[in-house]
């Protein structure tokens, strides 16, 4: 069976106990893997959110491929230390990059485990993919596809972390950091853990009976300042505007704080298509400003607009055409052809710095 998009954070809060397979591909990896781990956990609880990980094991497609068994295998095998009163699942994690494994999915869905749950994360899958085909014409799969947000969903997820953590945002506040966090689910999660952390247990007050803190712009600016030589609009500003010096020393510091470097990409990818924006609105006969306001969803901070001004000097439309191109054609390699992501995506990146320059 298969999922629509706005259909999927249903499923992930409460999965339905009949499927024993989910399918979780699409462009954002960092909402592929969060999901798959608010799925994991949901079954190795037995219906909570937390559970023995004694009882999940983490299987890569090449491993699958040469043994074709082991997927089946590893399903009905129970820990030794697992409890026969607990409710809670098997779980065999499965990582692809396409339809290698597609056969043994099919193989796997005639004779599946019923206490087991298999969860494959997978990247962008065509509809024509063979795994997707094969899970969406099952009853017993679910196929959940995970694309990037936008600025709405953005804000509403950051809410209701934010809540959950006992923190409240102002709307101010709230534009700005959705400026910072970009369509990655990862990196999402990284910025909001990074501005819990920051604005701490201080000026709380009480709402439905426990302690709110309020985020406020101040607060958000502080943060951003805390880390800027590392964030990810430094990254971008530096290789639009061509400083080949900054943007190898900001990928390396994001590198060094665990930020994925697809999720640079995906960014990346976003910021070219709002200066491609830009330059359609001025061809049609728009002001510059005008066609940034337009363009850039949510609006660019002032402190950035002369920057960004900058990039659109330097960037035709023919020239940030060219561009996305790449960034394409380096996610698609970083998904499919196992390569190193840092080391494709930093050979892009100072790649496309140098073509601002020309």
Same mark, same amino acid.
């Given at each position: 069976m298969k999922l629509k998009a706005h259909q999927v #954070?249903?499923?992930?809060? %409460?999965?339905?106990?009949?499927? *024993?397979? =989910?399918? =979780?591909?699409?462009? #954002?990896?960092?909402?592929? !893997?969060?999901? /798959? !781990?608010?799925? /994991?956990?949901? /079954?190795?609880?037995?219906?909570? +959110? #937390?559970?023995d990980t004694m009882e999940r094991v983490d299987v890569d497609a090449a491993t699958l491929t040469r043994n074709p068994g082991l997927l089946h295998d590893e399903a009905a095998s129970l820990s030794m230390f697992a409890d026969p009163d607990n409710k809670s699942r098997r779980v065999v994690m499965v990582r692809t990059t396409g339809d290698q494994i597609a056969q043994i999915i099919k193989d796997y869905l005639a004779d599946p485990v019923p206490e087991a749950l298999v969860i494959i994360e997978a990247g962008k899958l065509t509809p024509a993919s063979k795994l997707r085909k094969i899970v969406e014409s099952d009853k017993k799969a679910m196929a959940l596809p995970c694309f990037?947000?936008?600025?709405?969903?953005? +804000?509403? *997820? /950051? !809410?209701?972390?934010?809540? &959950?953590e006992g923190f409240r945002i102002e709307a101010a506040a709230m534009d700005r950091l959705s400026q910072r966090l970009g369509a990655d689910r990862g990196v999402t999660r990284q910025e909001l853990e990074r501005l819990a952390l920051y604005a701490g247990p201080r000026g709380s007050e009480k709402r439905d009976g426990r302690d709110i803190v309020m985020i406020t712009l101040d607060d958000v600016e502080q943060m951003i300042g805390d880390g800027a030589v590392a964030s990810l609009e430094n990254v971008i500003d530096a290789i639009a505007c061509g400083v080949l010096d900054d943007a190898d020393q900001a990928l390396t510091r994001l590198s060094l704080a665990g930020t994925p470097a697809t999720a640079v990409l995906n960014r990346l990818r &976003?910021?070219? +298509?709002?200066?491609?924006?830009? +330059? @359609?609105?001025?061809?049609? @006969?728009? %002001? !510059?400003?005008? &066609?940034?306001r337009l363009a850039f969803r949510p609006p660019l901070h002032f402190k950035r607009v002369s920057v960004v001004e900058r990039q659109v000097n330097l960037w035709s439309k023919a020239k940030v055409s060219t561009a996305l191109s790449i960034i394409h054609e380096t996610e698609a390699n970083c998904r499919e052809t196992g390569s190193p992501d840092v080391t494709l995506a930093a050979y892009t990146m100072l790649r496309l710095a140098r073509a601002a320059k020309r």
């Open positions: #954070d249903g499923f992930i809060k %409460s999965p339905d106990p009949n499927i *024993l397979l =989910v399918l =979780v591909y699409g462009s #954002d990896l960092g909402m592929i !893997r969060e999901h /798959a !781990r608010v799925l /994991a956990n949901f /079954a190795l609880g037995g219906g909570r +959110q #937390d559970g990037e947000d936008d600025p709405g969903t953005i +804000q509403r *997820l /950051a !809410r209701e972390w934010l809540e &959950a &976003a910021h070219f +298509q709002n200066l491609h924006l830009t +330059q @359609g609105h001025i061809e049609n @006969g728009m %002001s !510059r400003k005008e &066609a940034l």
